[in-house]
């Protein structure tokens, strides 16, 4: 089974970053790179080749889900998992985020003691969804 | 990105009081706002005051409860939900918005005292 190994970040929250940065490599053991923008992620992305992206939602000028539209173009990375981080948890919501692509959502704000479990069970879920749907 | 030479919880303890300390900040802020929604009885202003603390307090809303200041966060989202609303009606603040927003004044307030305390 692929292992989950490199992370990119974006959120225009500094204290967000330094936090989920902190949780997913000191507690994951994760390799992460953080951006505060969706163009700087655009930027990034493909230097960093990450094997899971996490992207807050509401970030000013590109938000996450132009982000994710915008990764979804580039070869290198339009299959790369997504991960949506984001303080606007009505169910309607989670189901429009999960309806673009991505494969869960972190509720902000998060624990960031459980962070890494979190992400590492959404990454495991993909993984088995991406086995089955091979396998039919 | 983490300083591996500090363990987990004393940078996390950094973190926090780095965030404590962007609290006295980010209160001028909102209390900047929130003056400003006070002088504006018409409400002929009141939207772009409403749409920056909608914006405020959503980041206020993740950063805080993720650094253990639930009562914060709470407090938080709840203007950030009111202003949410105020946007989608085309609405001006009443008095009990602004009600709201001095709660929230006052609990940044606590929070930037335990920064001192520390």
New interface residues.
């Given amino acids: 089974m692929r292992a989950l190994k490199r992370i990119l970040h974006v959120d225009d929250?500094a204290?967000?970053r330094?936090?989920t940065?902190?949780a997913l490599?000191?507690?994951g053991g994760y390799c992460?790179e953080?951006c505060d923008s969706g163009r700087q992620a655009l930027a990034q992305v493909e230097g960093f080749s990450p094997d899971l992206i996490i992207l807050d939602v509401?970030m000013?000028g590109m938000d996450g889900p132009a982000t994710l539209l915008a990764l979804r173009q580039l070869n290198a990375v339009a299959e790369v998992p997504v991960i949506f981080m984001t303080?606007k948890v009505q169910t309607q919501e989670i189901a429009e985020y999960l309806a673009l692509g991505a494969c869960g959502v972190v509720t902000?704000?998060?624990?960031?003691q459980t962070l890494s479990a979190e992400v590492a069970s959404m990454w495991q879920k993909t993984l088995f969804a991406t086995a089955g749907s091979g396998n039919e | 990105?983490?300083d591996p030479s500090k363990s987990?919880q004393d940078?996390?303890r950094l973190?926090r009081l780095?965030?404590l300390e962007?609290c006295v900040s980010r209160g001028q802020l909102i209390e900047a706002v929130y003056k400003q929604l006070q002088q504006d009885p018409d409400g002929s202003a009141s939207v772009a005051l409403v749409q920056n603390l909608c914006?405020e307090t959503?980041?206020l809303?993740?950063?805080?409860?993720?650094?253990g200041f639930?009562p914060l966060?709470d407090m938080a989202?709840q203007v950030?939900q009111r202003c949410t609303i105020l946007l989608t009606r085309h609405a001006a603040p009443e008095a009990s918005d602004l009600t709201l927003v001095d709660k929230l004044l006052q609990q940044i307030r606590e929070v930037v005292h335990i920064a001192g305390d520390q």
């Fill in positions: 929250e204290d967000i330094a936090v940065a902190l490599e000191a507690l992460i953080s509401m000013p303080a902000k704000p998060f624990d960031p | 990105m983490s987990y940078q996390l973190l780095a965030f962007s914006h959503h980041k809303t993740g950063a805080a409860g993720s650094f639930q966060s989202r950030e």
